[in-house]
């Protein structure tokens, strides 16, 4: 299923919405959403959900996000938009990952 997701946004514009989460484990997880066009209709879907082994600042999410996007082969540049609930782990230097 992940892969016909990846298929389905590949080479399309997306958008990405992500929290941050903590499990019962007490372990952080990086929840990430995305949305997109699916034959006229707006999808939203479970991107992914990884683990955060080390401290969840915004770089690591954001290297998170990025080793995820080039593993699955997806671009940047068709990333329109991208919702946090501005949490400050997800706010980087510059106001934002």
Known sequence: MEMQLNDKIRDNHFALQMDEATDN????????????????????????????????????????????????DLKWDDCVGICTDGAQAMAGKRGGL
């Open 25 to 72: 484990n007490k372990d952080c997880l990086l929840i990430t959403y995305v949305r997109f066009i699916d034959a006229d209709d707006l999808r939203e879907d479970l991107l992914f959900c990884k683990l955060v082994t080390k401290r969840a600042t915004a770089d690591e999410l954001f290297k998170i996000i990025d080793t995820y996007l080039k593993e699955a």
